[in-house]
T-cell receptor
């Protein structure tokens, strides 16, 4: 069975600091998909990124970057120069098997607070 | 597209009452998911449909929960009778069928059973 672990329950930083959110996953499938979602205080779940298991290229999108390492089963998320608006709960998630659609197993979430 | 639409946004009901949550997926998506979010258990999948057919309902907590998808643009999650421990935020999400696509979530329904 698949599992996603986000060991950091809460992180608090000061604005403009860089912060990395950790995600470790377990799966027996050779093909799988990893995701990050953001849940701001308003409560909705916002998709941030999807990564396929066969593509270990790191990705950068503005202040966001993701480091995928199959050797350590990790998919970490870094926010550079954090801003107060980044305050949210961030979820890492895993989907197995192409035929299952985006059936997601979520981690516990990391509450990020960015203080001014 | 308006995204995934859920109704109601908030529901307060008394224990023992029937509750029906509604979801309209994104047009063209053929997979639909119901998730529940609680402090104790986090985000957990209750049931999902592919092409309107329930594929896996192993996450449905008990027989009091049922879900239907009568057509591609509508799904319901029903709890009867409701209990205080059902209090949670219920999310509906939709995606294309294949696993390498992201799911888009509705705003959620915050259910409180008193």
């Amino acid at each position: 069975a698949q599992k996603v672990t986000q060991a950091q329950t809460e992180i608090s930083v000061v604005e403009k600091e860089d912060v990395t959110l950790d995600c470790v996953y377990e799966t027996r499938d050779t093909t799988y998909y990893l995701f990050w979602y953001k849940q701001p205080p308003s409560g909705e779940l916002v998709f941030l990124i999807r990564r396929n298991s066969f593509d270990e290229q790191n990705e950068i999108s503005g202040r966001y970057s993701w480091n995928f390492q199959k050797s350590t089963s990790s998919f970490n998320f870094t926010i550079t120069a954090s801003q107060v608006v980044d305050s949210a709960v961030y979820f890492c998630a895993l989907s197995e098997r192409e035929t299952s659609g985006s059936r997601l197993t979520f981690g516990e979430g990391t509450q990020l607070t960015v203080n001014p | 597209d308006a995204g995934v639409i859920q109704s109601p946004r908030h529901e307060v009901t008394e224990m023992g009452q029937e509750v029906t949550l509604r979801c309209k997926p994104i047009s063209g998506h053929n997979s639909l998911f119901w998730y529940r979010q609680t402090m104790m258990r986090g985000l957990e999948l209750l049931i999902y449909f592919n092409n309107n057919v329930p594929i896996d309902d192993s996450g449905m907590p008990e027989d009091r929960f049922s879900a239907k998808m009568p057509n591609a643009s509508f799904s319901t999650l029903k709890i009867q009778p409701s209990e205080p421990r059902d209090s949670a935020v219920y999310f509906c999400a939709s995606s294309f069928f294949r696993g390498n696509t992201e799911a888009f979530f509705g705003q959620g329904t915050r259910l409180t059973v008193v």
